[in-house]
Structure formats: C-alpha cells, structure tokens
C-alpha cells in the first residue's frame, strides 16, 4: 500500500492493523506541480473569493430536495453577503464531473448574478492562485473535497461550509487548517473573519503549512522519489 504521508501509515498501523513493512509512503506525485506553483498573494485592493462548490450526488444515497434545497438556501445567503463589499469579486469553480447538479448550481449562479464568472475545465493551479480566499461547499461531509488539500497547499485562507449536521473530526479539521463551518452558523460573521482578519488570515495560512507538512511526504520531489522506490524492487 502506498500512501501520501506518515501522518496515513500511522493510521493504518494503529487503526488497521496493517504491518509496517506492507506500507510504502510515496508522497503525492499528482500534486508536485502544485508546490512548484505556489505563487504571492496579489497587490490589489480588490479580494477574489473562489466559491468551489461541491455537487451532490446520487451515489452516496442521501440525495434528497431537503439537501438541494439548503444548497439553493446556502448559495443564495452567500452571494447576498458578498454583495456588502465593492472590493470582494467572486469567481465560481464548478467540479469537472457532469453531474446533473453541476447543471443546477449554474443556473443557479446565473439566476443571482449572470456577470459572476464561472470555470469548470479551467486549470486548478491557476484558478486558486488568481484567488485571495477559497471557499468550498460540501453536501456531504464524508467526501472531503480535494479542493481543501490544494487550496493549502498553495497558501490561500481556505474556508469549508458543511451542509451536513455533523462535522468529521479530520485531522484538517482538528489542527484549524481550514475555517471549517455549519452552513447555519453565523455565515456572515465568518466569511467576513476569513475576509478581512488578517491576523485569521495568516494564522490559519500557518496551520496549513503545518498540517501540510506532517500530511504530505516529499512535497514538490514526490514523482522523483516514488520512481526511486519502484526501481528498488
């Protein structure tokens, strides 16, 4: 088995039971690009938020007009507190799967404001950097979006809004590597923190290295020792 970082051998060890020697830790290839990416925040007054939300889907079973409509609830509240601030632009960065909620969260956007840019088969690396904050909405909570992950990565004040009544206690989660919250609670007084607190700012930026650090091996040189490893064998 080959994992990202100790931080998952660890875990596989004490929880799993799996032997030590049946694990290799690789670090993680597919985001070597995004270390040698990371870029500074840009000298602009204006601040470009970018909402990345997470469809729902139909594979997990729990699909229902409940969840639809406190995402409909949820994105609406959004744009209406954003609309409070001339310098905030948002740009939305849908998921790149065709899930027909994809579809609806587009009209839906366009329905609030057809001027809001939308992206979807757009690189990754450059949506987050052209952005000053990233904030991810999860319908469902046990699939933790790997926008959160890359997001840190490249150093942006991340923000994540649960739809779910229960927060998992992830280990980004624990460390405060991620502003993460309850679509119901005080939406408006937190995405103004992760906004305009600079202080907030640069501490959870800090705890994302951290986390970052311990959660990832071989940050940047990953493909280059993963190929070490297999010429071994």
């Given at each position: 088995t080959a994992v990202w970082g100790?931080?998952?051998?660890?875990?596989?060890?004490?929880?799993?039971?799996?032997?030590?020697?049946?694990?290799?830790?690789?670090?993680s290839p597919r985001h070597d690009d995004y270390f040698e990416s990371i870029a500074e925040t840009k000298k602009t007054n204006d601040i470009t938020i970018l909402l990345a939300p997470n469809p729902i889907t139909e594979f997990s079973g729990f699909a229902n007009t409940n969840l639809e409509l406190k995402f409909e609830d949820t994105i609406n509240e959004i744009f209406s507190i954003l609309k409070q601030f001339r310098n905030v632009k948002p740009i939305v960065k849908l998921h790149?799967?065709?899930?027909?909620?994809?579809?609806?969260?587009?009209?839906?956007?366009?329905?609030?404001?057809?001027?809001?840019?939308?992206?979807?088969?757009?690189?990754?690396i450059e949506a987050i950097n052209n952005s000053?904050?990233?904030?991810?909405?999860?319908?469902?909570?046990?699939?933790?979006?790997?926008?959160?992950?890359?997001?840190?990565?490249?150093?942006?004040?991340?923000?994540?809004?649960?739809?779910?009544?229960?927060?998992?206690?992830?280990?980004?989660?624990?460390?405060?590597?991620?502003l993460t919250v309850f679509n119901d609670q005080d939406l408006e007084k937190n995405i103004k923190k992760i906004l305009f607190d600079k202080k907030f700012q640069h501490d959870i930026k800090q705890n994302a290295d951290n986390f970052i650090a311990k959660f990832l091996d071989f940050r940047?040189?990953?493909?280059?020792?993963?190929?070490?490893i297999l010429k071994s064998y």
């Open positions: 100790n931080l998952k051998k660890k875990y596989l060890i004490d929880e799993l039971n799996v032997e030590s020697s049946k694990i290799i830790v690789s670090g790149a799967s065709q899930l027909p909620h994809n579809i609806k969260i587009k009209s839906l956007i366009k329905k609030i404001d057809s001027t809001i840019p939308i992206i979807q088969s757009f690189s990754i000053d904050i990233v904030v991810v909405i999860t319908p469902e909570s046990f699939g933790t979006s790997t926008m959160l992950l890359e997001s840190m990565i490249l150093r942006k004040p991340t923000m994540n809004i649960i739809l779910d009544d229960k927060i998992p206690q992830t280990n980004h989660v624990i460390e405060n590597a991620v940047g040189n990953a493909s280059e020792e993963f190929a070490k």
